[in-house]
């Protein structure tokens, strides 16, 4: 039996709520709608958090914290949250398992017969080894985590609202990818050893495919593959290191997608190509090429005029990069493009920008100032950068991310404009240092106009806060 992966528009599902908060998830999670049912309807089975490790969280349908225990059943409205080197596992039955990987988070909704699970960031591995039963339905939004049938195995990532990879390690699945204004589908099935890229962007429905091997198997999966899983999928092929390129070239390789890399004898990495980079592993020891064994350390990266993004943890944990160069064709930095990159100083212009997504620059300590574009509907991407001590977000974006700034140690005063309508969860959360928050608009504004996802952190609430009139 095969598993339906389908991406379409979660309206239909929330049209009978009018909660401002089921709208504002809508608004900002809406595109991607990943189904994983059997055959008939029926009533929807539980999901239960069997066991967890590290920090989590579970909140309510009122966004109460719950104490977090074994076998506690989600039901819906309910939330839950990963944090960093943390783990949580849930099932249905002994059968059917499904993992969060760290800094992951989901919440479950009912909708009639359907219990549905929107994983709004990170990753969510699952293996079911038996088929749902008949009245079994299960639906699992934008993100993380997948429920699947028979013989189906492998995880799901969310990058955005608008993009996800789906990993199949074994069974089969059929993507789709839906505008939700236009009606316009893109479909394809994605087999063991096989992953898709799946997005929406700019109304143009899109899946990329390509094999993995068992080297991108993030970390947080390896541990619940048995021998005859890991066996299914191919040893990593590295591209052949070529030498007598230049002076100073040392290594080449492709990059999935179409476009081309070389590395020199200085460190400085240069990608070439037309379209989109492809994403990595958020999390463990599959990284891209460029930093096999042997390499010379990239410290400065360049990219070429006719690449559109950066692809998700491309570069991730370079603690070498000092200088990043983009040309005005890109437009996406993906989740956790930049992450961890402890000896970045400064940021390109970004002004050409559309989209920074969770994580892109977390961990970047040397970071102590950045210029956020005014374009951008929502600033995200930068926990953890403890080098900051003041950020000024521009008039015209509406929304800041959930930990967009958490553990931002040094941050002692933010400017957020009018134009801000949604703060999300814990969005400077950790930031001990913060004493001083001005807004544009007025005490009534900021506390009837803005959506705060969970309430003001306890940052914000001991900060001083500064209005315009």
């Known amino acids: ?84 080197a943390s783990y949580a596992w849930m099932d249905l039955d002994s059968a059917k398992l499904a993992k969060m990987d760290e800094s992951s988070q989901i919440a479950v909704w009912e909708a009639g017969q ?54 199949i390690i074994e069974g089969t699945v059929t993507c789709t990818v839906q505008d939700p204004d236009t009606g316009e589908e893109a479909r394809d099935t994605v087999t063991g050893g096989e ?32 021998e005859d899983l890991l066996a299914v999928l191919p040893e990593e092929t590295l591209p052949p290191i070529m030498m007598g390129l230049g002076a100073e070239a040392v290594a080449s390789g492709s990059c999935p997608l179409d476009l081309t890399w070389t590395l020199d004898t200085d460190g ?10 492809m994403g990595y592993a958020l999390a463990g020891d599959s990284r891209a090429d460029w930093f096999r064994e042997g390499l010379p350390p990239v ?77 951008l509907y929502r600033v995200d991407g930068f926990s953890g950068c403890t080098g900051l001590t003041s950020v000024a977000i521009p008039e015209g974006v509406e929304e800041i991310g959930g930990w967009a700034f958490a553990d931002c140690t040094s941050l002692q005063e933010v400017y957020i404009p009018k134009s801000v309508t949604f703060i999300g969860q814990e969005a400077f959360a950790g930031c001990d240092s913060l004493r001083d928050v001005y807004y544009g608009g007025t005490k009534s504004e900021f506390y009837g106009d803005i959506w705060f996802e969970y309430g003001l952190d306890d940052s914000m609430k001991s900060a001083t806060i500064h209005y315009a009139e």
């Not at 009245?135 to 995880?155: F, H, K, L, P, Q």
């Not at 890229?197 to 390896?222: N, W, Y």
């Open 1 to 84: 039996m095969d598993m339906i992966v389908c991406l379409r528009s979660i309206h239909d599902l929330f049209a009978h709520s009018n909660t401002q908060a089921v709208r504002r998830i809508f608004l900002t999670a809406a595109i991607l709608l990943l189904v994983l049912a059997a055959c008939g309807g029926g009533q929807a089975a539980s999901i239960r958090l069997a066991r967890s490790e590290g920090g989590v969280q579970v909140t309510d349908d009122k966004g109460k914290a719950l104490t977090v225990r074994e076998d506690l059943l989600l039901y819906g409205g309910y939330g839950a949250a990963t944090e960093a």
């Open 114 to 167: 359907l219990l549905d699970i929107s994983v709004e960031a990170g990753s969510l591995f699952f293996h079911v080894t038996e088929p749902l039963e008949p009245e079994e339905t299960m639906t699992i939004r934008s993100s993380n985590m997948a429920v699947g049938i028979r013989g189906t195995c492998g995880w799901v990532r969310v990058d955005s609202p608008a993009c996800m990879a789906v990993y």
């Open 195 to 226: 992953m898709a890229l799946l997005r929406l962007e700019e109304g143009v429905c899109q899946i990329d495919k390509a094999g993995f091997t068992l080297a991108e198997v993030p970390s947080f999966v390896l541990p619940e593959l048995d």
């Open 268 to 277: 400085v990495l240069t990608i070439s190509g037309e379209g989109r980079m």
């Open 299 to 375: 410290r400065t990266v360049v990219i070429k005029e006719g690449v559109t993004s950066i692809g998700g943890a491309a570069f991730r944990d370079c603690a070498t990069l000092t200088d990043i160069i983009l040309p005005e064709s890109v437009t996406l930095i993906e989740a956790g493009a930049f992450a961890n990159c402890t000896a970045l100083k400064a940021l390109p212009l970004l002004d050409h920008v559309q989209d920074i997504q969770t994580n892109a620059f977390l961990g970047c300590t040397s970071l102590d100032n950045i210029a956020i574009p005014a374009h």
